[in-house]
């Protein structure tokens, strides 16, 4: 049996997001007010339930306290004059924010989280804006938790939640799911936002450690609320195969003192066979939808990975063509350099070198620890020591995280201890 | 609602054009604004004079400072703007994407603030 508190932790978690998408839309798009009663319902629950027992129906005794908290903050905010409007929006919300009858579930308005979802990843909102409502109101952590997710104080956090609202308001930000003729465009932002997310939690871009995995199971739960709401948008599979495909490696990806461990180097007993299992599934449904962009030609690179049983079993010829497409599609130096390296295994490094040499010429990299990276592993395996040497001590003046250093210091270690011998 | 669309580009790319390459842009415009005047979002709009002709004046303790140019030496410079009526701001970034300059300068969407007259 669970206790009232593990059961209301876990009613929120699956609820606050399908709550608070429906309140916002019956008060007229206002987020602000929309949190503050969710919030209070939630707060309510929590010395309620400890003392009295948990419900029988918790999610209708939670639909039913933010429903009376939201008529209640209408009825309070009645003047004179303004009375008819009051009125109107009490009856929509008594009406749409009706608990579910005993014993059965509440589903909840899904185009309610869509409108929640597209308004949340608006391009007219600052990228760390989205993330953060997303984080907040889809997801239902605190402002303190989205505050610590992205290592900024949770004052500076709260501030930028509010500008965000207020742009939200002032800006005439609709709270609507796109139109047709602009769905696929706006469905990219989304993408673009959930990735953002899952990116900061995988390869975390600053701060003590690698990988945090609370970061990557929120914007896995973006990831699937999108798949069940847009079923037919393959990219939205890819991209939730692609999470998956990345995330079963976790385990595997961190070493015990706290470091990096590379694809080739990963203990492929450590990955999560059930991740695995769903990543490839998701992928399958985007190819069958007719999916061939950028997420779904990252999603199969990562499949081929994932269906590798030893490194050296790695389809590399295929995962060289896959990058080159995607460099087509969405060119970048990043991918570049990842193609680089996929070709490299392919054909050999000299291979690879070569396009690392471009790369570097065309100077978009300049700053960016991988490139010196990525030249110091090529040339170590070409047996040109000193150069490789020199490359690692470049990457190593401009690499951010912790653990990405200690990873760049042990390889220079164990090439000069080698070139010693 | 209200929203003033401010149209900034770099003046030089505009002296730089030939006669027939400015008399397309000049017909683009004119499409432009006949096409928000027949669907009811133009409230209004003007083109203006290069910054050279602007000047900027400023009170400071009471005294008038008059001054030659703009308030800001910037890379891309205001050179017209449009009011436009539009139902929220997905209408307002529709209309502001179709108006020629965004191809080759920038155009910033800003709400209007509006006076409330009843809190209500």
Known sequence: ?421 | MRYVLTIYENEKLWEALSKEEADQVMGEYFTFTDGIRKSGNYLGGEALQPVATATTVRIRDGKRLTTDGPFAETKEQLGGFYLIEAENIDQAIAIASRIPTARTGCVEVRPVMEVMSDQG
């Open chain 1, 1 to 421: 049996m669970s206790t009232p508190a593990s059961l209301l932790e876990r009613t929120y978690r699956e609820d606050h997001g399908r709550i608070v998408a429906t309140v916002i839309r019956v008060l007229g798009g206002d987020f602000g007010a929309a949190e503050e009663v969710v919030q209070e319902a939630f707060a309510d629950a929590l010395v309620q339930w400890p003392r009295e027992g948990a419900p029988r129906e918790p999610r209708a005794w939670l639909i039913r306290a933010a429903r009376n908290k939201a008529v209640d903050r209408v009825r309070r905010g009645v003047r004179l004059g303004a009375r008819v409007d009051a009125l109107e929006v009490v009856a929509r919300i008594e009406q749409e924010l009706a608990p579910p009858p005993d014993g059965s579930e509440w589903e909840g308005f899904p185009d309610d989280t869509l409108r929640l979802l597209f308004t949340c990843c608006h391009p007219a909102l600052a990228p760390e804006a989205q993330v953060a409502l997303a984080l907040r109101t889809l997801c239902g952590l605190t402002t303190e938790e989205v505050a610590h997710a992205f290592l900024v104080p949770p004052a500076t956090m709260a501030q930028r939640l509010v500008r965000a609202q207020r742009k939200i308001r002032d800006a005439g930000i609709p709270y609507i799911v796109p139109e047709p003729d602009a769905l696929g465009e706006r469905t990219r932002g989304v993408l673009h936002t959930v990735y953002l997310v899952f990116s900061e939690g995988y390869a975390a871009t600053d701060g003590p450690e690698l990988l945090r995995v609370e970061l990557c199971a929120e914007a896995l739960r973006l990831g699937r609320l999108a798949r069940s709401l847009l079923p037919r948008h393959a990219e939205v599979a890819s991209l939730l195969a692609l999470m998956l495909l990345h995330h079963s490696r976790r385990r595997a990806r961190v070493a015990a003192d706290g470091g990096l461990v590379l694809l080739d180097r990963q203990d492929r007993a450590l990955w999560d066979r059930e991740a695995i299992r769903e990543g490839l599934a998701e992928l399958d449904a985007a190819l069958a939808l007719g999916g061939r962009g950028p997420y779904t030609l990252q999603a199969a690179i990562a499949a081929l990975h994932a269906q590798a049983a030893r490194p050296e079993d790695t389809d590399w010829a295929q995962i060289a063509v896959l990058y080159e497409r995607l460099c087509e599609l969405s060119p970048g130096p990043v991918v570049e350099l990842n193609r680089a390296a996929a070709v490299a295994m392919a054909r050999g490094p000299e291979h690879g070198l070569a396009l690392v040499d471009d790369l570097e010429t065309s100077g978009r990299l300049t700053d960016y620890h991988l490139l010196p990276a990525a030249r110091a592993e090529l040339l170590r395996r070409m047996g040109r020591v000193k150069e490789a040497v020199a490359s690692y001590r470049r990457a190593l003046a401009l690499v951010k995280t912790a653990p990405e250093r200690r990873f760049l210091e042990e390889r220079l270690a164990e090439l000069l201890g080698g070139a010693n011998t």
